[in-house]
């Protein structure tokens, strides 16, 4: 089989775990990396053959077939379209950039170019997602009308938490609603069926400033929110995203109700799925392949039993992707741009009804 050639751009947290992944595909090479900082040490760290600090040169060096846009999100349209323009596949991070303006920016590029251009919404690849979307399609649930939960993170709890993602010149016009949300409403999208269509929020922002280091910044994005949703299939929903919430180090909640039955997902019990009865025992589905959708049994890697968690989404939503790019296709859908987009045009909905106390369509 050919080998495809990967280049990962932006090797902080998430560019490794990008790496770590792309190593667990067979015929896949990661064959260089670019960041603006100390790259040749990360190279040599991570045992990448090239090292650059500015894109372009390593798009024109190294031709990769794919690039991983791994940077703060105000820089991913802009190397994207240079991407694309090149030729190159792209697999973008969430949220997919600073605003919907910038990302249907990219989308109209993607169709030009006509390259595979995915987003890294990999929650769609737990094996238990995958398997909460089978359990609605195929009506076990009976009709869905509400979708609830949340995704909180304790990291920027305190006055002294710095970091890029707080001010919107870089990580966009939201923060929690685009940095968490943007997962939870694409998980959320994914596993019903139904689409976000209309929505209210309440923002807050506990820390006008933050200390990085001695000096004190003005914050301009909130450090929580609580949002309220309408579905266009009929469901409503309610979930909250908050980097201050003591003792939550990464938890995403998704609880769905229907008719005949209701589903809770925890991804800190990342393989267990709760499955809500009124008039027999409720159940609890731990990941199996052979207790699950024959389909969901194919991105399940490991026997029931052993944990699959998150760096083994990320294999399985690469996997996805890179079949894509090799024309074949795949069990399971991961996200593109256009995805990405309708999310940016969620979280810039709610930006609006947060500043204006009222409900905002989703254009
Ligand atoms: N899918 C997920 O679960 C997930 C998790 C974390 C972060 N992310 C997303 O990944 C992206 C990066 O987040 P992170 O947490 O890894 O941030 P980070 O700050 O840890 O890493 C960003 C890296 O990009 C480099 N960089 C900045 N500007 C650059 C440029 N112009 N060219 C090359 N390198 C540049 C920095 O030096 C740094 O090494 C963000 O969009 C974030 O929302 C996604």
Redo the contacts with the bound molecule.
Sequence with gaps: MEHLKAAV?????????HIEALRRIPNVDVVAI??????EE?AAQLGVPYAF???KEMLDTCHPDCVH?????F??KE?ALAAMERGVHVI????MASNADEAAVMVEASKKYDKICAL????RFYPASFQMKKMVEKGELGQIFDLSGGYLQDWLQYKTDF???ILSAK?GKTRVT??LGS?WFDLAEYVSGQKIKEVFAEFKTIYPERMNGREAIPVDTEDYSYVLLRFDGGATGMAEFSGVFSGKKNQTVLRVAGTEASLEWDNEKVNDILIGHRNEPNGLLTKDPNLMDPDVAKIISYPGGHAEG?PDA?KQNFTAIYQAIRGKNSVNQFATFKDGLHIMRVCDALYESAHTGSWIPVM
């Design positions: 751009i932006g090797v902080g947290f998430i560019g490794k775990a670019v960041d603006s900082f100390n790259v990360k600090s500015d894109y846009i791994c940077t703060p999100n820089t991913h190397i973008c991070e969430k949220p890294n919404f990999h929650n970091s890029w993602k990580c685009a940095d997962h998150f990320f």
